[in-house]
């Protein structure tokens, strides 16, 4: 049974944050910084400013931004990252993709410990610092990135000996031990910017109900740093993701295993991945389908859209009561303002079907895959060399 709204926001008349709670680190940043022990790199430019879990607020730079881009995106999810630079594009914010990132390496710091802190720490560096060169604003896109990046963060700045090894390492790159202001989740700045993309909003989602899965490594790691709000279940979960959907219309609907991890838990996929799907499946998918009915699942991370999208196949060939649409709220919002869901968000890479949901968009599915079956055809016969995202309207 759904959980009633009501008893998650009775509590928002008396909801105060806790400011004590959270050590707000900036300070000592501006302090390591005036020591030369790093380079800060500022926020520069037009910003919005968000509340995060304890109260402190957060800044969020709205254009000039450097996309650090996912690897887990780009290799299998590409319409994830193109949606959120068309969504970016379409606003009229500037950004760069830059050639020289590296992986986060991450997925070695989490999921098999064979690395050491000074050089998971340099590479964190060395791409802020690759940003810093270009003067533009790093821009975090995966949910692991933007939560290991974090820890490396509090544990340069708790450990002069850590410092020294990754200067030491930066020297031999030719590079500084840089650190940003802030470290930025994309889909902070889909939530700081929810206002703006709805009022480029082209299609009308107020027929479609969503579930949402926040992404574990977004706001259980250095959970202070997390984007909160009373008005979204009372400030009692983190508020990105929900208050975009809302934005737009959507209807946003409850379930009772919020809180679960999507399954993919970085070692659980490596080593035991029937364990991942059947976690997935049985215990995110499935009560989501009885217990709220969804058109879509929006996330927010890499790992949650393809472990919760691509683990329906193994339960749907043993009759379990899933299938239900998958995607990040990026993609979700440049459906809203008109994107094409072939050529920009690229639907087709993705295994649960789409295609309901699509129709109750107002999308004619077949006629977009002729259209980008089209252009492809053009590709391939030289007539063009990029695949255009605006030349039709789906």
């Known amino acids: 049974m759904t959980i009633p709204m009501e008893a998650l926001m009775h509590k928002k008349a008396n909801f105060e944050r806790d400011t004590e ?139 002069p000996e850590l410092r020294r090894e990754v200067r030491e390492v930066m020297k031999k790159l030719g590079k500084q031990l840089v650190l940003p202001e802030e470290i930025v989740h994309y889909s902070e700045w889909f939530h700081a910017m929810r206002h703006e993309i709805a009022a480029k909003q ?67 996929i490596l080593v035991q991945r029937d364990f991942t799907r059947s976690f997935a499946t049985l215990r995110k998918i499935e009560r989501m389908k009885e217990e709220a009915d969804p058109d879509v699942v929006l996330t927010h991370d890499t790992g949650c859209v393809t472990t919760l999208d691509k683990s329906q196949f193994a339960t749907q060939a043993h009759g379990r009561n899933v299938g239900i649409a998958v995607m990040s709220e990026a993609q979700f919002a440049a459906l809203a303002m008109g994107a094409h869901p072939y050529k920009v968000c690229q639907l087709h890479w993705h295994s649960a079907d789409y295609r309901p949901l699509l129709e109750k968009m107002g999308i004619d599915h077949e006629q977009a895959w002729a259209e980008f079956q089209a252009d492809l055809a053009r590709l391939e016969r030289g007539e063009k060399r990029y695949l255009d995202w605006d030349d039709v309207d789906a």
């Not at 887990?72 to 914010?93: A, D």
């Not at 790093?138 to 820890?151: A, D, F, L, V, W």
């Open 21 to 159: 709670r959270y050590h707000d680190f900036r300070e000592e940043l501006l302090n390591l910084a005036d020591s030369g022990e790093i380079m800060l790199q500022r926020i520069t430019g037009e910003t919005a400013e968000v509340p995060t879990k304890y109260g402190r607020m957060k800044r969020i730079q709205k254009g000039h931004l450097w996309h650090h881009k996912s690897c887990g995106q780009c290799g299998h999810i590409p319409g994830y990252s193109t949606s959120i630079f068309w969504v970016m594009r379409k606003l009229g914010y500037d950004s760069l993709d830059p050639k020289d990132q590296t992986s986060c390496t991450a997925w070695n710091y989490y999921a098999s410990a064979t690395s050491n802190a000074a050089a998971q720490a340099a590479v964190a560096v060395r791409n802020f610092a690759a940003a810093h060169e270009t003067g533009y604003y790093p821009m975090i896109h995966c949910g692991t990135s933007y939560g290991h990046y974090k820890e490396v963060r509090h544990e340069l700045m708790a450990h």
């Open 202 to 268: 082209t299609r009308d989602f107020s027929n479609i109900a969503v579930t949402v899965h926040p992404a574990c490594h977004y706001y259980k790691l250095v959970e202070g740093d997390a984007i909160y709000d009373p008005d979204v279940y009372g400030g009692q979960r983190t508020a990105v993701v929900t208050a975009l959907a809302e934005s737009l219309g959507a209807e946003v609907r409850n379930y009772s295993t919020w809180f679960d991890c999507c399954g993919f838990g970085f070692r659980h």
